[in-house]
């Protein structure tokens, strides 16, 4: 088995070995490091597709509004234009 050094007091440990066996502190390896940085990443992917399908659900309300609007003028309009005759 592989030795490497502990990164807190430069102690000899195994690959293995999840704690020194000088100072008692776990041991830090690449893995641990990038591990975070992928649950941050999946996280700001999670964020960036909530944010994407709020503004398409906003933008739809929105249309819907605006059509419903038109019509409405529409409506009104002809009422106008009927009464008027």
Not at 62 to 75: L, Q, S
Request: with cysteine; glycine share 8%; charged share 25%.
């Amino acid at each position: 088995m592989a030795l490497r050094e502990c990164s807190k007091c430069g102690a000899s440990v195994r690959d293995g070995d999840h704690y020194c066996t000088v100072c008692k502190k776990p041991i830090t390896t690449e893995q641990s490091e990038e591990k975070p940085k992928k649950e941050r990443k999946k996280k700001l992917a999670r964020k960036g597709v909530l944010m994407i399908i709020f503004w398409i659900v906003a933008i739809l309300i929105a249309f819907a509004f605006v059509i419903v609007g038109v019509r409405v003028v529409i409506e009104l309009i002809g009422l106008i234009q009927g009464t008027m005759v």
